[in-house]
């Protein structure tokens, strides 16, 4: 019911019933129960959504704490993890961000395998933190992993997977590959056109993507030859 406000902007009233459920679930299972530890997590996510990223990473942590007391061997603790891990990337904090993302990799791929949806979530955000620290050889092979197993997942045509071959692209343009980011944002650009359509603001990012790499090779500076590449797409 939190999740349905929330869709439809009625954010004070969310935050009430996620607060709410946290707090029946403390009193009815403990604070150290996996579904408590969940509220917990979603609780973390909505705050973070409005802003309020302190709180929010807050919650995460109480609820990386409960699930860990719980005793359980629990995969969405992997969940938990990487998002808190992709937030102190945000801030900076890389050395406590890769701890974490690494932490959740391990557990994905322990409980879920190399094709889980927390295993592919964790390899894209430790990817971006290896990126950001310079170690680009490891990030396109974690970035090659998680495209790989969202594809199974999800197949060719979800959104995820447009965003996966992003990712791939951004650290290929970082080696001077400039040829192989072009088609994989080509790629996302694709997704995402027949999925959101041409005039949505997520496929017009994709677009500024694309342009971005075409303007690397010294091709294109937004002149005819950028506008004639663009509206092969529509």
Not at 49 to 55: A, K, R, Y
Not at 84 to 93: D, P, S
Not at 164 to 178: D, E, T
């Amino acid at each position: 019911l939190a999740a349905i406000h929330k869709l439809r902007g009625d954010y004070e009233i969310a935050l009430g019933l996620y607060q709410r459920s946290a707090s029946i679930m403390e009193n009815s299972l403990g604070v150290h129960h996996p579904r408590t530890a969940g509220t917990y997590g979603n609780l973390g996510l909505f705050l973070e959504s409005q802003g309020n990223s302190i709180e929010g990473k807050v919650y995460y942590r109480k609820s990386i704490e409960s699930y860990q007391a719980s005793g359980r061997s629990v995969i969405d603790l992997s969940a938990v993890k990487a998002t808190l891990a992709y937030a102190l990337a945000v801030e900076g904090q890389f050395q406590e961000a890769r701890r974490l993302a690494e932490e959740s990799l391990n557990i994905a791929l322990e409980l879920g395998g190399e094709d889980h949806r927390y295993s592919a979530y964790a390899m894209g955000v430790l990817a971006s933190i290896l990126l950001d620290q310079g170690d680009n050889r490891e990030a396109e092979n974690l970035y090659r992993r998680s495209l790989a197993a969202r594809e199974k997942i999800w197949g060719p045509e979800h959104s995820v997977v447009a965003l996966a071959n992003s990712n791939l692209a951004r650290v290929m343009s970082r080696q001077g590959k400039i040829d192989e980011a072009i088609q994989l944002e080509r790629k996302a650009l694709e997704i995402r056109k027949r999925g959101y359509g041409p005039e949505n603001h997520v496929t017009a990012q994709s677009i500024h993507n694309l342009a971005a790499e075409y303007g690397k090779k010294g091709t294109m500076k937004l002149d005819w030859k950028c506008n004639f590449k663009l509206k092969r797409f529509f």
